[in-house]
C-alpha cells in the first residue's frame, strides 16, 4: 500500500460502483473510503513531512563530523562562514528546528491517522449495521448471531488497528526509500547501489509473504467468527445448559472451536513471525557492503569523511525500517480479511425493496385482502397455498389450525418480513409492496407469542417504538394492558431493570408489558400470534380483559391454537397445510362438523 494507494481512499463521487466481491479487499475498501478526502491528505502529508525531518539527523551529524575534520575547508565554510565555531552554531540552530518540526509533524500524523480509523471504523460499524437491518429475515435466520457480532465488533477494529498504525508505517517506508535513494544516487552514485540491491528482493518478499499470509488471515477471521457464534448460542441458552447439567458438554465445544481459532492462527504466525529474520539478513548484505566498500572509497579519497558518515547512517536508516514491514503486513492481512467480511456483508443484496407511497397511520381503515397468495421457505415445500382471505375494516377475525398450518407465517408476510412469492396482499386497495416499509409496518401491531424485551426499564420497554411518549402515556397504556399493577410492586416501578430479554419477569408480566407497548403505539391493525399460548389461566383471563379493550375500533388478527379465545371472533378462518379449509363463526363452524369442529371437541375434552 503506498501513498498513491492510500490517496485512492478520496477518490470517487458520492454515487459510486459497487466493486465485485472478486475485486482485491484493498481495492473495494478505497472504493468504500472516498469521503474521507480532506483527512486522509492532511494525515498522508503530515506523515511524510514527518518522516523527512526524521531523515535530517544523520545529514547534520555528517556535516558536524565535516566541519571539526575539514574546519576551514568544510562545506558550510564554502558558504562564507569560516569560524568553526560558528558553523557548529548553524548547525545547533538547524538540530533544533528539525527537532521541533518533526516532534510537531509526529503529533499531527498520529492525532490525524488515529482519528482516521476512529471516523472510518465508526461509519463503517454504522452502515454494516444499517445494511444488516434492511436485510430480510431469512437472512438471520440463516446466519449466526456470533458470527454478525465478530464482523460488527472484532472484524472492524481490525482495520482500526491497521489504520492506527500500519497506514502510517508504509507511508514512512515509501518517504524513506525514495528520498534516502535519490539523495545516494547524487552523493555517491558509485557506492549507492550497495544500498539500493537490496530493496527489491525485500519488496519481492513482502508481496510473496502478503500473498502466502492472505489465505490463513482468512481461514483465522473464519475460525474466530464460528467461536463467537458458539459464545453468543450459549450464553443465550444458559439456562437450557444449566437445566440439562450440560456444563462440561459445553466446555468441551467451546474448547474445540478455541483449538481450531488457535491453530489457525498458529499457522498464520508460523509464517508471519519468519519474515523479519529474513529480510534482516538481506539488510545486512547492503549494510555491509557499504560500510567496506565506502571506508576503502573514504580511504582513497574519493569520499569525503562527513560523506562516508552520512552514507553509514543512512544505510541503516533506509534498510531496517524495512524490518517493520513483517509487522506492517501482519495487521495488513488481518485488516485485509476482516475487510473483506464487513464489505462482503455491505455488498449482501437487500430483496425486500421499499415501496414509494407513503401511508399516513391515521388514514389507514384496515381493510385487508389476501389474493391468491403462495410462499415457501428457500429449500421447502410450499407453506401456504394459493390463500385468498377478505378481513374487513374494523373487524376482529381470527386464524386458526393445527401446528405447522401456516398461520405465524402468514403474520411475517403481512409485515412484508417475507415476500410473498405469489398473488397479493392488499391493505385499502392498495398492494403492500408499494407501500412505504416503516409506514407500513407502523400501520400494525404485532404481540407474539414469543415477547422481546429489551435490557432496560419497565417504562423504555413500553415506550419503545414510541419513544417521545410520557411517563404519564406510559402507565395509562400499562393500566390498559392491566399490567400497572404488578409494575407498580416492582422495587423501582416503572424504572425497574427487567434484564435481559426480561429474565427477571414472569412469562405473564412480559406478556402484558408486550401488550402495553402496542397499545401506546396505538394502531390501525392488530395482530396476536398466540398471545396467551405460553400464560396460565388467571393471567389469560387478565390478558384477555386488556385486549377486548385494545380490540375495538380496530381491525384484528388473532392467531390462536387455542380455540377459546377466538370464539368471539367475528369471522374464524380455519387453515391447513397452507389452504384455508373452512371459515365462519364459531357456532357456524361447530355446525359444519369439520375441522373447527374436531378441534374443539378435543380442547374442551368431549368426544
Known sequence: MSISSLSKLSSGSETRKRLPKSAPPLQRLLNYGHKYRPLIWQAIACSVFNKIFDLAPPVLIGAAVDVVVQQQNSLIAKLGITDVFSQLLILVFFSLLIWGLESIFQYAYERLWRNLAQ???????????????????????????????????????????????????????STTVLIIGSAFLIVAPNAAWMTIIPIPFILWGSIAFQRLLAPRYADVREKVSLLNGQLANNLTGITTIKSF???????????????????????????????????????LFGFTGILLYGGMEAVAGNLSVGVYSVLVFMTQRLLWPLTALGNTLDLYQRAMASTTRVLNLLDTPIAMHQGEMPLPVA???????????????????????????????????????????????????????????????????????????????????????????????????????????????AIAA????????????????????VGER??????????????????????????????????????????????????????????????????????????????????????QLLQQEGIYAMLWRVQSGLK
Not at 400499562?478 to 431493570?497: D, N, V
Open 119 to 173: 471516523v472510518i471504523e465508526h461509519d463503517l460499524r454504522l452502515d454494516a449495521y444499517e445494511h444488516l437491518q434492511s436485510l430480510e429475515l431469512a437472512y438471520f435466520e440463516d446466519s449466526s448471531t456470533g458470527g454478525l457480532m465478530s464482523i460488527l465488533s472484532d472484524d472492524i477494529n481490525q482495520l482500526e488497528r491497521f489504520l492506527d498504525v500500519g497506514a502510517n508505517q508504509l507511508l514512512q517506508v
Open 502 to 587: 426480561g429474565q427477571k419477569l414472569s412469562g405473564g408480566q412480559q406478556q402484558r408489558l408486550a401488550i402495553a407497548r402496542v397499545v401506546l403505539k396505538n394502531p390501525p391493525i392488530l395482530i396476536l400470534d398466540e398471545a396467551t399460548s405460553a400464560v396460565d389461566n388467571e393471567t389469560e383471563a387478565a390478558i384477555q380483559r386488556s385486549l377486548e379493550k385494545i380490540t375495538a375500533n380496530r381491525t384484528t388478527i388473532a392467531i390462536a391454537h387455542r380455540l377459546s379465545t377466538v370464539r368471539n371472533a367475528d369471522c374464524i378462518y380455519v387453515m391447513e397445510q397452507g389452504q384455508l379449509v373452512e371459515q365462519g363463526r364459531h357456532e
Open 245 to 283: 447439567t450440560a456444563e462440561a458438554y459445553e466446555i468441551s465445544r467451546i474448547e474445540a472451536q478455541s483449538q481450531a481459532y488457535r491453530q489457525s492462527n498458529r499457522r498464520a504466525i508460523a509464517l508471519s513471525a519468519a519474515f523479519t529474520p529474513l529480510i534482516r539478513m538481506v539488510i
Open 363 to 473: 388514514e389507514v381503515q384496515g381493510h385487508l385482502q389476501l389474493k391468491e397468495v403462495s410462499f415457501a421457505y428457500q429449500g421447502r415445500s410450499q407453506v401456504i397455498q394459493n390463500l385468498s382471505l377478505d378481513i374487513p375494516a374494523g373487524k376482529t377475525i381470527a386464524i386458526v389450525g393445527a401446528t405447522g398450518s401456516g398461520k405465524s407465517t402468514l403474520v411475517k408476510l403481512l409485515l412484508r418480513l417475507y415476500e410473498v412469492q405469489s398473488g397479493e396482499i392488499i391493505l385499502d386497495g392498495i398492494d403492500i409492496k408499494q407501500l412505504q416499509l416503516q409506514d407500513l409496518r407502523r400501520a400494525i401491531g404485532l404481540v407474539s407469542q414469543d415477547v422481546f424485551l429489551f435490557h432496560g426499564t419497565v417504562r423504555e420497554n413500553i415506550t419503545y417504538g414510541s419513544f417521545d411518549a410520557s411517563l404519564e402515556e
Open 478 to 497: 400499562a393500566k390498559i394492558a392491566e399490567a400497572h399493577e404488578f409494575i407498580s410492586q416492582l422495587p423501582q416501578a416503572y424504572e425497574t431493570i
